[in-house]
């Protein structure tokens, strides 16, 4: 049997009319002949109320207690999407990610999924099951606790079964209708494209654009599976969507494809740090084992052999990186004279596969951004994108901006 995977999000099960949606669409890939393996997030809000309940009992919580409690919210749609598949008479059940059993790394709140063995779920496939309904995001590690893929990871938990199993597509229906220029909440100009290459999707989606899970887009990218992204709202057309697919199968394409943005930066500079070799060693050292993801990194101009070593992370790690530094300082491992933290800064990018060839990108954002006022605090550049740390207050001016000068709105 040729065999699909659907992922539905959370907004797609918010409530038991939406599921009931949901499964009349996984009703009729089932009609058209396929074996369907669904995965589910929780009902919108429903993870963000357990991660709030977990930081309200422990600020500084169990990552294994963590992931015990907020992969709860998959396992409810999980069962309600089988019952609602079975209320149509199509076969179907649950799996939570241990029965199958999706086994991950031990990383929990973040974990990597590291094999999911296919034979349980075939031999019920072979029984006749149609529809196999997993809780998305979740999994187990070798000790045997729960562990969850980090926020989105239900996306990731589709693309995986899908290369495992072999599918023919894996399809990931949200709120929007597709993969667009930039965020369509943010900017009516917003333009869907029909085809995005995984090399940008990947850009944009480790740059914040939260559409797909960054992991997701490597996963796909690495096993070849083809990934359509496309509305569980609008009706059914086969054609509809975004496809994710590789550079080669794209004809045209704009110099930058899309503007990404990351809401919840913080800007963090330790002054006066020596200037010496082993000290960014010994700095990013310290935070990476703290738990924080420093993202960019400036050094700044010595003086009488010391600097001020900036770097950014997201706001909700500030605490960790406070911490971690703090401490470092107390076992002598680090020197600095304070920490100031700029909690109101934001990260806008633009990617786009064509800066390969093009040049004067750079200096055409700087432009934009400085025709509006915009002070740009810190920037990073790569391959095919460039990502500046700005004003929080300028986020959607400067996304307006960028999408403007490059003309997105625009076919290439
Ligand atoms: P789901 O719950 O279905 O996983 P998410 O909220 O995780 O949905 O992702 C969909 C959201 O991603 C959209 O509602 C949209 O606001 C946001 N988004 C950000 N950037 C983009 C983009 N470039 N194209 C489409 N959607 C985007
Ligand atoms: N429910 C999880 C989250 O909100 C996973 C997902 O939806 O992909 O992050
Ligand atoms: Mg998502």
Redesign the pocket.
């Known amino acids: 049997m040729p065999l699909l995977v659907m992922k539905f999000?959370?907004t797609s099960v918010a409530t038991l009319d939406r599921i009931r949606r949901a499964a009349k669409r996984v009703g009729r890939e089932v009609a058209n002949g396929y074996d369907v393996i669904v995965i589910v997030?929780?009902m919108a809000g429903?993870?963000?109320e357990l991660v709030g309940w977990v930081e309200e009992t422990s600020p500084l919580f169990d990552a294994r207690e963590y992931d015990a409690v907020v992969s709860s919210?998959?396992n409810v749609t999980a069962g309600l999407m089988a019952l609602t598949l079975q209320e149509m008479n199509i076969p179907a059940r649950s799996w939570q990610g241990w029965q199958v059993p999706l086994k991950t790394s031990s990383a929990h709140a973040s974990a990597r999924i590291e094999e999911i063995p296919t034979d349980n779920m075939n031999a019920k496939f072979a029984e006749g099951m149609k529809v196999g309904v997993v809780a998305?995001?979740q999994g187990i590690s070798e000790e045997g606790r729960i562990t969850t893929l980090g926020?989105?990871?239900?996306?990731t938990t589709a693309v995986a079964f899908a290369a495992a199993f072999g599918a023919e597509r894996c399809d990931i229906y949200t709120d929007v209708d597709g993969v667009y220029t930039t965020d369509p909440r943010i900017s009516d100009k917003a333009r869907k494209l029909d085809k995005i290459a995984f090399e940008e999707m990947l850009e944009l989606a480790s740059l914040g654009a939260k559409v797909l899970?960054t992991r997701s887009v490597e996963l796909a990218m690495r096993y070849k599976v083809p990934l359509r992204v496309l509305s569980s709202f609008e009706e059914y057309d086969p054609n509809a969507g975004t496809l994710v697919c590789d550079e080669e199968e794209i004809m045209e394409s704009n110099v930058v494809s899309g503007v990404a943005y990351s809401r919840d930066e913080a800007k963090v500079t330790l002054v006066s740090v020596a200037d010496r070799p082993g000290v960014a060693a010994a700095i990013f050292g310290t935070l990476s084992e703290g738990g924080v993801n420093v993202d960019m990194i400036i050094q700044n101009i010595s003086e009488e052999g010391r600097t001020d070593m900036t770097f950014s992370c997201p706001t909700n790690q500030v605490a960790r990186a406070d911490r971690a530094v703090q401490e470092a300082r107390e076992n002598g491992l680090i020197n600095y004279h304070d920490i100031v933290v700029d909690n109101e800064v934001c990260k806008v990018s633009v990617v786009g596969i064509g800066m390969r060839s093009h040049t004067g990108v750079a200096a055409k954002m700087f432009d934009a951004l400085s025709d509006e006022g915009i002070n740009i605090k810190v920037i990073t550049t790569s391959e095919i994108k460039i990502s500046v740390l700005i004003d929080r207050k300028y986020l959607e001016l400067a996304v307006q901006a960028l999408h403007d000068t490059f003309e997105l709105e625009k076919t290439a």
């Open positions: 999000g959370g997030s929780a429903k993870t963000n919210g998959e998305g995001f926020r989105g990871g239900s996306d899970q």
